[in-house]
């Protein structure tokens, strides 16, 4: 009852008044005022819309989508955009169910709408892993629902839509060969990745690693004491060099694995933080995706090579 609730009072801010968050236009043609929810899908809507969008993106660097209360704020921004990107395959968790309804009223877009499901990881009934942009090839593949959506919507820049999508299509496509050869520096015996929650698995099926999470696909679901010995015997066994905190999940966990491990007599280090459900900050390497992705992979493969 408290969510139907809280949804409605959310859907009603949306057709309010408020103060905008975008930048105010005197100019003949104004950017297409575009919010995004994660960093990583700004930045591609930032990519292939150039200087005819101006992008929002709601959650910041160390949110986590899977447990974000959307702000007041954040619905001004949503209520005065022209349009919006999210997920989807219930990443925004709580947000979801808004984003569906909104769509109604303005393009509200799943960025994996179009993604063939059999490339998805299953999770359920008609349930899928999320966290596509681990595998880069794949990821690429959101980039042509964006480019779509903005010719659509502004077909006197289609042109530069398509050519900047197809241009950041060629970056990913060298982002995934980098990858590739770094990890070769990586023995096939270590290569195994270990973090707070299962957001690795398409990152694991595209580059050829084990993957272990503490916690479940969404930081909603809790590790128990079991889940914690249970791990800490796994790396044991199999020696495993280095465990990695997320920078969007709290280090309480990991810092509870790794002594646990260290109570078998074995010595797993910390390998390093790595950017799972959010990207670095804003003007930094890490604030984008190409840059965040680059992190990962030269943390990961320090850590266990």
């Known amino acids: 009852m408290r969510r139907k609730q809280l949804l409605i009072l959310l859907l009603l801010l949306l057709v309010s008044c408020g103060p905008s968050s975008f930048a105010q236009q005197t100019t003949p043609n104004p950017p297409i005022r575009v919010a995004a929810t994660v960093g990583m899908i700004a930045d591609v809507v930032k990519h292939v819309g150039g200087e005819h969008v101006e992008v929002l993106g ?23 955009a022209e349009m919006v990107f999210y997920g989807g395959l219930e990443l925004e968790g709580r947000m979801t169910d808004m984003l569906e309804k909104l769509n109604r009223q303005k393009p509200t877009i799943a960025v994996t709408s179009k993604l063939d499901s059999s490339r998805l990881h299953a999770t359920g009934n008609d349930s899928y892993d999320p966290h596509i942009w681990f595998d880069v090839l794949l990821w690429r593949d959101t980039i042509d629902v964006i480019a ?14 398509k050519r900047n999508a197809a241009a950041y299509a060629e970056e990913l496509t060298a982002l995934d060969q980098e990858i590739r050869e770094l990890i070769a520096s990586v023995p096939a015996s270590s290569r195994v990745l270990i973090t707070a929650h299962d957001a690795f698995g398409y990152f694991g099926s595209a580059y050829g690693f084990e993957v272990r999470g503490l916690q479940g696909l969404s930081t909603a679901s809790e590790a128990g004491a079991g889940d914690v010995q249970g791990l800490a015997e796994f790396i044991k066994t199999r020696q495993i060099k280095a465990i990695f905190v997320e920078s969007s999940v709290p280090q309480t966990t990991i810092n509870a694995v790794q002594k646990a491990v260290q109570s078998r007599g074995w010595n797993v280090a910390i390998g390093g933080e790595l950017f799972s459900d959010a990207m670095g900050n804003a003007g930094t390497e890490e604030g984008t995706y190409i840059g965040m992705v680059r992190h990962n992979i030269t943390t990961i493969v320090n850590a266990l090579k």
């Open 58 to 80: 709601l959650m910041g660097p160390g949110v986590d989508p899977h447990l974000y209360k959307p702000s007041v704020g954040d619905v001004r921004i949503l209520d005065d």
């Open 148 to 161: 779509e959506t903005l010719a659509s919507y502004d077909p006197a820049h289609a042109a530069d839509y």
